[in-house]
């Protein structure tokens, strides 16, 4: 019996997917004023819609998880953390989602709006895999690998990143085209615990790869 091997180092169309974790208006156009600074600064729109780009010329498809979390967060659990989700010690409440289904904030943002071909992803966990046909719609589509980006890095994407590692899906994280504000725990997962689940790649690097 063959060997599963994810060595192949292309980005062929026939075998990878790019996976733009909830690339929603809610976060990539927040109404925060150092929020839309930050993004700016680092360029992750332009970034997002030139991976995006690059996937789309050889034929690529875009799978899009996206938080579709229902009103009043009856599909949330309430729990007891140290910390609110920016690290503030102490929550006053339970950390809840953001943005809930049907509202402009939780629709895909315009620059990297999905065609007809690509798949929309709900789903209610960090995780893009956890209860959602993510896995299945990559493998019937022969899909082996993904090709990773978003936000936030210590929420979303590294969910997403285990997940698909214990799946036995290839991996290549695009560093300039994901974000967290949180310190330093962006870098921190790029430089020392996502090198050993995939590889870590800039955008010119992934799109130099792709393939049809």
Sequence with gaps: MAKISRLQKELS???????????????????????????????ILPNLARLQGGARKVGMTTFYPIG?????????????????????????????????????????AEEVSPLETDVIVPKNRWSSFFQTNLDMQLRVRGIDTIVLAGGSTDVGIAST?????????????????????????????????FPRMGRVMNVDEAVALMTA
């Design 161 to 193: 990143m285990f997940a698909a590692r214990d799946l036995d899906y290839g991996i290549v994280v695009v560093r300039d085209a994901c974000f967290s504000a949180r310190g330093n725990n962006h870098d921190f997962f790029m430089d020392r615990v």
């Design 68 to 108: 579709q979390h229902g009103p009043n967060n009856v599909d949330s659990v309430e729990r007891l953390t140290d910390t609110d989700m920016d690290l503030t010690p102490g929550p006053k409440a339970p950390i809840t989602p953001r943005f809930h289904k049907g509202s402009t904030d939780a629709q895909i």
């Design 13 to 43: 169309a026939q075998h990878v997917g790019l996976v733009l974790f909830d690339s929603l208006n809610g976060y990539l156009h927040p109404p925060e004023a150092g929020k839309v600074q930050f993004l700016a600064e680092r360029n």
